[in-house]
């Protein structure tokens, strides 16, 4: 299993409170991402980043920021969580150089309860 | 952009029989990946199955195998001799260049005893 170590695994905070999950990586994969899972969307994409400090907006990234300042942390902020931020959130990561299959590898998620 | 479209909710199979769920995609790239991920109960994302684009030739692994219509933009999902442990929800995944996924909404499958 790649090495990818989620927290919290699960938080439950109140509206308008900041609230930062973490994804930490022990493969060395340069290409790291966050997804939200919901009912009927399966996972979409919220951030993603390509290197330290090389981070871009997925297609759902409005209330969201990220930050990744080494290989193997990065770092998703809710700078002011609301309901519709409850999700389960996964951290996965990629490295073409390493294997150039296109294949992601998940973290076990991190299930968020905005009150 | 991208999008993966798979049209059934659910679907339930008794054990040892075949199930074949569906995937639809719409893409103008010519190269591309296309991935069946399993989520059982544990809520990990499983890699059951890839497919390269490129490659005509339907990808196998064990019990799972695809269908890959390449003009039709199709990628189907069979699972042969099904097992309980094959109770998940299975999403079909989308890949072009930037290694970024673009994920269906999941088939939610049952298997019956």
């Known amino acids: 299993d790649a090495g990818i170590t989620q927290s919290p695994r699960h938080k439950v905070t109140e509206t308008g409170t900041p609230v930062t999950l973490r994804c930490h990586q022990t493969?060395?994969?340069?290409?790291m991402y966050w997804y939200r899972q919901d009912p009927g969307h399966g996972l979409r994409l919220i951030h993603y980043?390509?290197?330290?400090?090389?981070?871009d907006k997925g297609e759902v990234s409005d209330g969201y920021s990220v930050s990744r300042s080494k290989t193997e942390d990065f770092l998703l902020t809710l700078e002011s969580a609301t309901s519709s931020q409850t999700s389960v959130y996964f951290c996965?990561?990629?490295?073409?150089?390493?294997?150039?299959?296109?294949?992601?590898?998940f973290g076990e998620g991190s299930r968020l309860t905005v009150l | 952009a991208q999008t993966v479209t798979q049209s059934q909710p659910e679907m339930s199979v008794q054990e040892a029989e075949t199930v074949t769920l569906s995937c639809t995609y719409d893409?103008?790239?010519?190269?591309?990946?296309l991935f069946w991920y399993k989520q059982p109960p544990s809520r990990q994302m499983i890699l059951v199955i890839r497919q390269e684009a490129y490659k005509q030739q339907n990808a196998t692994e064990n019990r799972f195998s695809v269908n890959f219509q390449k003009a039709a933009k199709s990628f189907s999902l069979k699972i042969s001799d099904s097992q309980l442990g094959d109770t998940a929800m299975y999403f079909c995944a989308f890949e072009a260049a930037g290694n970024k996924l673009t994920f269906g909404g999941g088939t939610r499958v049952l298997v019956k005893p």
């Open positions: 996965a990561i990629s490295d073409p150089l390493v294997a150039n299959t296109g294949e992601l590898f």
């Open positions: 893409t103008s790239e010519n190269n591309y990946y």
């Open positions: 980043s390509y290197g330290v400090k090389d981070t």
């Open positions: 493969e060395n994969h340069r290409y």
